[in-house]
């Protein structure tokens, strides 16, 4: 069974500009979210959707937006970068979505976003 | 808002020393989840504790959760090279989204 996917792995920007991730979940898991990980902050959650509908949202600026499509596969788009964007960008895929304990998080390998 | 707290942020251990890292949260826990990263890779699940005062062995690490569902630890025995890493914690407030703690780095002196 494949595993979660990212592209691109890495990535460099300048400011002012945009930039958008992809991410393909496990075959069946309909739930994916998105983490950004400095080494200062660790893990910050982003946002994750489920069916195509944004369920949950962390607190980050308008600049980051999402979005899933009907084959579960979700992107994340980045616009007006700034050097402080620059991080480890991990998606992660769940099977359990029922408003029961949040079931496990599988994470792709991440995309590494460098703004210059 | 609902953060959760982990400690060591670093941990520097002799091989063949014991290791534990602890999360703690200020409002009760749906439950828990621990993960580990090695240095370059992606988080990877270890486990997930539910219930009040759960303890759960995987080999050399053990892993509870506390009677009053807002705080957790991992605590891994006779430390080998291969457990060099991040470990994460990562809680559930009943709201469907993981909130990660900081992660405590392992580090193995051999």
């Known amino acids: 069974k494949a595993g979660v996917t990212q592209t691109p792995r890495y990535l460099i920007k300048t400011r002012g500009q945009q930039v958008t991730l992809s991410c393909s979940p496990i075959?069946?898991?309909?739930?994916v979210s998105w983490y950004q990980q400095t080494p200062g902050q660790g893990l910050q959650f982003l946002f994750e959707y489920f069916s195509e509908t944004q369920r949950n949202k962390g607190n980050f600026p308008g600049r980051f937006s999402g979005r899933q499509f009907s084959n579960s596969r979700s992107e994340m788009n980045v616009s007006t970068l700034e050097l402080g964007d620059s991080a480890l960008y991990l998606c992660?895929?769940?099977?359990?979505?029922?408003?029961?304990?949040?079931?496990?998080?599988?994470f792709g390998e991440g995309s590494r976003l460098t703004v210059l | 808002g609902q953060q959760v707290m982990q400690i060591p942020q670093y941990q520097h251990v002799q091989e063949g020393e014991d290791f534990t890292t602890y999360c703690n949260s200020s409002t009760t826990l749906s439950n828990i989840q621990w993960y580990k990263q090695r240095p370059g890779g992606h988080p990877v699940f270890l486990i997930q504790l539910v219930k009040s005062g759960e303890v759960k062995k995987q080999k050399r690490l053990t892993f509870q959760f506390g009677e009053a569902k807002k705080n957790s630890s991992l605590h891994i025995t006779a430390t080998q090279t291969t457990d060099v890493g991040t470990y994460f914690c990562?809680?559930?407030?009943?709201?469907?989204?993981?909130?990660f703690g900081t992660g405590t780095r392992l580090t193995i002196i051999p």
């Open positions: 990562a809680g559930d407030f009943g709201n469907e989204k993981l909130t």
């Open positions: 992660a895929s769940s099977l359990l979505r029922s408003g029961g304990p949040t079931g496990e998080l599988f």
């Open positions: 075959s069946g898991h309909r739930s």
